[in-house]
């Protein structure tokens, strides 16, 4: 064409004429030939109707207009990701572990407007994208196997308890109860056990403890040696003169056997008083300290017929104190007393004993053994029944555990009874009664 230099596209595929690279249709045919190539390019020669721009001459854009807009827009979308990802909050989107940040796309751009006469363009107008939005979750504990164990809450352990053990000096054996006594520490230690020791033997025993407060064996008890005297402390709650049980413990008596029994919990132990101690016996709710000799010199203790007998026909079974239970009596080494110093005066007491009889008529009572073996040949005074305890959940025979008030005359109340019949029986809470329920 006049007037411009023309670089050849190329013959149309319709009429076989010469084409510029910058036509969109034939001349010739007016067949349409496509876009025009990029590169090279026309630089028309200046004309009366286009302005003269820089000394005259126009320069046209490398691309056509439409690739211009697409260029623009993916700029824009591509200027947003960057200012994203270096926002101060990068480090919270990168830390995120689940799931990835997700850009949305810009929507398209609405097409650029060209400027007129000559195929020219005139100033980019591209909307601005929508800003991008970042999607993100809380990371939650896992609740199994799989992956992100990092976020997962460990729960704790339960604490195994501390092991329990004491160690002292076997002052009395209760084969009724299944269970021996140790002082330990001075106190009163009542462990069960399959297999009891020797009364002065000195143990080691690791032990649980019972629903009753009482202890059995959890583990091999280790011997550490013997001993024929030791001393502990508890409450005495029977106090009599084995021919005279109507006669005050005083003492007084030179020629009659006296007991007394030091109480705690899980046993009751029956002590010889000499004749030739400094102090009389002591009184029923006593707290005492009691050392003491394991095998007397003298025999031991044997049931010494007093004045008259108790007896109650309207029990069941029938009561004769001549009889009692267990049968046939346990033998015991003799304990016999060495010192005692009286500490105070109790208003209550636990004592161990052995279920006698019930008596239900008239106003109910409970025959209980003096000591925890019946050792003495001699139960405690008849308690009345209060309101609370059932004696027929009771068995004669059975080991029991009970709760006392004790009035300053040293008269002894009910209040408090519960199982204490080897170690299934003292962790029975539902044996328990009075002031005892629970235990």
Not at 95 to 115: D, F, L, Q
Not at 155 to 175: D, Y
Not at 179 to 192: E, F
Not at 365 to 385: N, W
Request: with cysteine; aromatic share 4%.
């Amino acid at each position: 064409m006049a007037g411009e230099q023309t670089n050849v596209r190329g013959p149309c595929s319709s009429c076989g004429a010469q084409l510029a690279s910058d036509q969109r249709y034939c001349v010739e045919c007016g067949q349409r030939v496509g876009p025009p190539l990029a590169m090279p390019y026309t630089l028309p020669a200046p004309s009366a109707a286009a302005p003269a721009v820089a000394g005259g001459r126009v320069w046209r854009l490398p691309i056509a207009p439409e690739m211009a807009s697409l260029l623009g827009v993916l700029a824009l979308g591509f200027g947003v990701v960057l200012g994203t990802a270096i926002s101060p909050n990068l480090a919270g989107i990168v830390a995120a572990p689940s799931p990835p940040a997700v850009v949305e796309a810009p929507p398209e751009a609405p097409p650029v407007a060209s400027g007129g006469g000559g195929g020219g363009s005139g100033p980019l107008a591209a909307a601005a994208p929508a800003a991008a939005s970042v999607a993100s979750t809380t990371p939650t504990e896992s609740s199994g196997g799989g992956g992100g164990g990092g976020d997962q809450k460990k729960k704790k352990k339960k604490q195994k308890e501390a092991p329990i053990s004491f160690s002292g000096t076997v002052v009395h054996s209760n084969p009724v109860a299944q269970s021996y006594t140790v002082s330990a520490g001075g106190g009163l230690i009542a462990i069960h056990a399959d297999a009891l020791p020797q009364v002065g033997d000195q143990v080691e025993s690791p032990v649980r403890k019972l629903s009753n407060g009482t202890y059995a064996e959890d583990g091999a008890r280790s011997p550490v040696g013997t001993a024929d005297v030791t001393s502990f402390q508890g409450t005495v709650t029977y106090c009599a003169d084995l021919e005279q049980p109507s006669a005050p413990c005083d003492g007084a008596n030179a020629s009659d056997h006296y007991v007394y029994t030091v109480s705690g919990l899980g046993a009751s132990i029956l002590v010889t008083w000499p004749h030739s101690g400094v102090t009389p016996p002591p009184k029923v709710g006593s707290t005492v300290q009691v050392g003491v000799q394991i095998g007397a010199a003298f025999p031991p203790i044997a049931p010494l017929d007093p004045a008259d007998w108790r007896v109650d026909p309207a029990c069941t079974p029938g009561y004769d104190e001549r009889t009692g239970l267990p049968a046939p009596p346990v033998v015991m080494p003799e304990l016999t007393q060495t010192s005692m110093t009286v500490s105070g005066q109790a208003t209550s007491a636990t004592l161990e004993s052995v279920v006698q009889t019930r008596c239900p008529v008239g106003t109910p009572r409970l025959i209980l053994s003096a000591d925890d073996v019946r050792e003495s040949g001699r139960d405690l005074a008849p308690l009345a029944v209060p309101a609370g305890i059932d004696p027929n959940r009771l068995t004669p025979g059975q080991a029991v555990q009970v709760a006392v008030g004790v009035a300053g005359e040293g008269i002894l109340s009910l209040e408090g009874i519960t199982s204490d019949q080897g170690a299934a029986g003292a962790d029975d809470a539902a044996q328990g009664q009075g002031t005892l329920t629970g235990s």
